[in-house]
């Protein structure tokens, strides 16, 4: 079964349409059932709306564990859609909207992705630090001495009848 984006993607094909951003966010909110609001020569999008294509780019893997349709154009609308939404040039490096980090946005581990996409065979990166083994488990031996500090009669009194006979 084909998500909402997927088919968003597919309408556009079948009309010979471009595959820009702005058409998929239009054909998206049709197949979503989200209707954008025409404010004379402006779009509107409602909030709720941005957020679910939002998380409809965000749901579909790079790497899909079996084949979906249109995942490198996905991907490639993904990628578009983030670095206009965080303001990225061309040149410029896109830095997130948090005042207090100022790392870049693009981890190094989207950016290994997007070399796997693209063909490009990169190196894989080695940890610095080995990862710590756990140690295994041994029981303790018991001496055969300590084995029996209190001999045990099974033959013997019962200790309920001799707690009976202490208390009459």
């Avoid at 609001?37 to 402006?42: H, N, P, Q, Y």
């Avoid at 207090?100 to 070399?115: F, H, W």
């Avoid at 894989?124 to 031996?141: C, E, I, M, T």
């Avoid at 055969?144 to 006979?165: F, I």
């Amino acid at each position: 079964m084909a998500t909402n984006i997927e088919q968003a993607i597919s309408t556009l094909l079948r009309g010979s349409q471009p595959l820009t951003l702005s058409n998929v966010l239009r054909a998206y909110l049709r197949v979503a059932g989200l209707a954008p609001v025409e404010d004379g020569a402006e779009l509107v999008i409602p909030h709720d709306a941005l957020v679910a294509f939002e998380h409809a780019l965000d749901k579909e893997p790079v790497f899909a564990v079996r084949h979906r349709p249109f995942t490198q154009e996905i991907a490639q609308l993904r990628r578009t859609y983030w670095e206009e939404r965080l303001g990225a040039g061309a040149g410029s490096a896109s830095r997130c909207t948090c005042p207090s980090c100022g790392k870049t946005v693009k981890c190094a581990k989207e950016a290994e992705q997007e070399g796997m996409v693209q063909g490009e065979e990169g190196e894989k990166r080695r940890g610095g630090a080995r990862r710590r083994v756990k140690k295994k488990r041994v029981p303790k031996r018991r001496d055969a001495s300590s084995d029996r500090s209190v001999s045990y009669d099974p033959y013997g009194p019962s200790t309920s009848a001799c707690l009976l006979e202490l208390l009459l």
